[in-house]
């Protein structure tokens, strides 16, 4: 099973700053990386997908880079509708395993 | 509109059975593969299963030991989780998802059905 490891667990950003989450594979996974964003009381929703394809409807501050095994989201700019927890997964093996998730709030 | 709408959640006893559906529209139901995924409360995402669009290959994670069972019906639009053997540790927020196209990644979600196991 590949083990997915995200950091920090909980980042305080101030509005407007900008917002970079690390997720870390066990070993390579070709780039077959997504990020999730879960929003309090809401349903995850997919931000992007094969590491740095933007899902549709995702807003342009939101971007993602990586290969291999090391993987990162940036949000250019945090705005209040942001604060979520996001969760990264790896699509290139089963299990299809997530990261534990970073929590991202408002300072 | 693509919706994903779950049911048949609520409360088992431990060693109980439940059986939770996932129907869908607004889309051709049978050319897409899907999911299920969990949350325990306050907990994050775990992905339990996987089943092709025809159905022919199923995976699940290793934590359920055999006591979940994926399936669907494409003529009915409809994913099912069966699920035995129920325990404290399956007590979560169960979610059914489309893997998009032409991605691996889950790009649509159903809502969540509660499964609750307590005696």
């Known amino acids: 099973e590949i083990v997915m490891t995200q950091s920090p667990a909980t980042l305080s950003v101030s509005p407007g700053e900008r917002v970079t989450l690390s997720c870390r594979a066990s070993?390579?996974?070709?780039?077959?990386l997504a990020w999730y964003q879960q929003t309090p009381g809401q349903v995850p929703r997919l931000l992007i997908y094969?590491?740095?394809t933007t899902a549709t409807n995702v807003p342009a501050r939101f971007r993602g880079s990586g290969s291999g095994t090391e993987f990162t989201l940036t949000i250019s700019g945090l705005q209040s509708e942001d604060v979520a927890i996001y969760y990264c997964q790896q699509c290139y093996i089963w299990p299809r395993t997530f990261g534990q998730g970073t929590k991202v709030e408002i300072k | 509109e693509v919706q994903l709408v779950q049911s048949g959640g609520g409360l088992a006893q431990p060693g109980g059975s439940l059986r939770l559906s996932c129907v869908v529209s607004?889309?051709?139901?049978?050319?897409?593969?899907m999911d299920w995924v969990r949350q325990a409360p306050g907990k994050g995402l775990e992905w339990i299963a996987y089943?092709?669009?025809?159905?022919?290959?199923?995976y699940y994670a290793d934590s359920l030991r055999g006591r979940f069972t994926v399936s669907r019906d494409n003529a009915k639009n409809s994913l099912f989780l069966q699920m035995d053997s129920l325990g404290a540790e399956d007590t979560a927020l169960y979610y059914c998802a489309r893997v998009g196209l032409p991605m691996d990644a889950f790009d649509v979600w159903g809502e969540g059905t509660m499964v609750a196991v307590s005696s």
């Open positions: 094969d590491a740095s």
């Open positions: 607004g889309f051709t139901f049978s050319s897409y593969e």
């Open positions: 089943i092709s669009h025809s159905g022919s290959t199923i």
């Open positions: 070993e390579s996974i070709r780039g077959k």
